[in-house]
């Protein structure tokens, strides 16, 4: 019997010139590997990318919302289910649940004036919010509206009870939402409700060497009169293109841990563990950050999808490509960085024992043919989630 259930997601995606994840000068990320310079896209992007895409598939219930303004949100819950508790009231209660919930200390921000002396004043925000992003699930929200208003009374009294207290920590700790159970959350006034993440989500990288262009555009005023010939404006921007190794990696079991907290005694988490895995592995697959996508309109999806169900570990493949891929000779970079992952997969899993591993394998185009026996060939994204969701689902029954 498997000792552990890993979902991992191999994948090339060619992006032609673009810029979708942005260093701190404007120019497209970059990474030193095998010794050359290769185009990078953050984790951080790509998983911001795939929460988005939740938001297109999955009700507001099962999400999370990841804000400062936790006290506005949650006062505009206590309002809704209690209208003469608006402004004011409303928001009182929110801070004391909240910091009684969290630890977190929510409070008014000051903001710096410079006045003409030169001293500074600080001025208060009306709204008090959170110093940190925190990140909770909608139905968590509800469920602490819902005791704010048991203890609207009194709610500094009511909190100083340690069951009430209890309850408020409990409430944010269970029913984590789909997002939560995958990426996590920390809490840095309360370790002991913070969320360990599910999903391990790598940087993408070129397979190849990049160099980064700069293209150099000029805008047209439409008043301009036939004299006028100048540029309205002028300016650069960065871009490159790539075709991306991306790699993630699924805990199944984490994400059961997850998710199972907080469901009835009589409930199995395998269905909203399945869920999350399918949601999941299409979000990922098919989403795409959207930095300068406007400019660039760089909408592209995989060309090879690989997905693996492992036991013991996960595994990147992305040694394959430690020796930069050169084009081959029509130019092209993915059909010899396919050649590539087609030699090198069967070796490693060999090395280490893991050719028994379940693989399914989804792939566009002719340039992808070598791939095809890593795994069993699918046709569409669609029974790609859903044969890989009914394995997962499979192995979370039969360990009962």
Same mark, same amino acid.
């Not at 995606?13 to 000068?25: A, E, G, K, L």
């Not at 970079?333 to 030699?343: G, M, V, Y």
């Given at each position: ?25 404007? %120019? ?8 050359? #310079?290769?185009?990078? @896209? ?16 999955? &009700?507001?219930?099962?999400?999370? /919302?990841?804000? *400062? ?11 809704? *289910?209690?209208?003469?508790?608006? +402004?004011? =009231?409303?928001?009182?209660? %929110? @801070? ?12 008014a921000p000051k903001r710096k004036n410079t006045k003409a002396t030169g001293e500074d004043g600080g001025t208060a925000d009306a709204t008090p919010q959170a110093s ?23 709610? *500094? ?16 700790? #269970? ?22 993440? %599910?999903?391990? /989500?790598?940087?993408?990288?070129? @397979? ?21 010939? +100048? ?23 984490? $994400?059961?841990?997850?998710?199972? *907290? ?16 399918? /949601?999941?592995?299409?979000?990922? @697959? ?14 592209? $999806? ?25 084009a081959d000779e029509f130019g092209g970079h993915l059909e010899p960085a396919c050649a590539r992952l087609a030699d090198y997969v069967p070796e490693i899993e060999r090395?280490? +024992?893991?050719?028994? #591993? &379940? ?6 185009? =002719? ?7 890593? +795994? ?25």
């Amino acid at each position: 019997m498997a000792n552990r259930t890993i979902v991992e997601i191999h994948a090339l995606q060619n992006v032609p010139p673009s810029n979708i994840n942005r260093d701190d000068t404007g %120019a497209p990320k970059t990474a030193v590997y095998g010794g050359v #310079t290769r185009a990078r @896209v953050s984790s951080q992007a790509w998983k911001r990318a795939t929460r988005e895409h939740f938001a297109t598939v999955l &009700d507001p219930s099962e999400l999370g /919302v990841r804000t *400062k303004q936790v006290a506005e949100l949650l006062a505009q819950r206590i309002t809704a *289910k209690r209208a003469d508790l608006s +402004g004011a =009231p409303a928001l009182a209660l %929110a @801070v004391e649940v909240l910091q009684a919930a969290t630890g977190a200390k929510i409070e008014a921000p000051k903001r710096k004036n410079t006045k003409a002396t030169g001293e500074d004043g600080g001025t208060a925000d009306a709204t008090p919010q959170a110093s940190y992003l925190m990140f909770l699930s909608n139905r968590q929200f509800d469920a602490l509206a819902d005791l704010a208003i048991e203890g609207a009374a009194d709610i *500094k009294a009511f909190l100083k009870d340690k069951e009430h207290k209890d309850r408020a920590k409990q409430i944010a700790n #269970t029913q984590h939402s789909v997002d939560i159970a995958l990426f996590g959350r920390m809490v840095a006034n309360a370790a002991d409700i913070n969320v360990d993440a %599910a999903a391990q /989500v790598a940087h993408a990288l070129s @397979v190849h060497r990049v160099e980064s262009e700069s293209d150099y555009y000029t805008a047209v005023d439409d008043r301009n009169t036939a004299d006028e010939t +100048g540029a309205g404006m002028i300016g650069t921007i960065d871009f490159n293109s790539a075709t991306l190794y991306r790699y993630a990696a699924l805990d199944v079991d984490r $994400l059961e841990d997850n998710l199972g *907290k907080g469901l009835a005694e009589d409930a199995s988490p395998a269905t909203p563990v399945r869920r999350a895995v399918e /949601v999941f592995l299409d979000g990922f @697959v098919s989403s795409l950050p959207t930095g300068k996508i406007n400019t660039f309109g760089n909408h592209t $999806l995989p060309d090879l999808v690989l997905v693996k169900l492992r036991s013991n570990r996960p595994i990147s493949f992305v040694s394959a490509f430690e020796r930069p891929i050169t084009a081959d000779e029509f130019g092209g970079h993915l059909e010899p960085a396919c050649a590539r992952l087609a030699d090198y997969v069967p070796e490693i899993e060999r090395a280490y +024992g893991e050719e028994d #591993t &379940d693989s399914w394998v989804l792939r566009v185009g =002719p340039a992808t043919h070598k791939l095809a026996d890593l +795994g069993t060939e699918v046709p569409s994204m669609k029974q790609l989630t859903a044969l890989v969701g009914a394995a997962v689902a499979e192995r979370l029954e039969q360990r009962g």
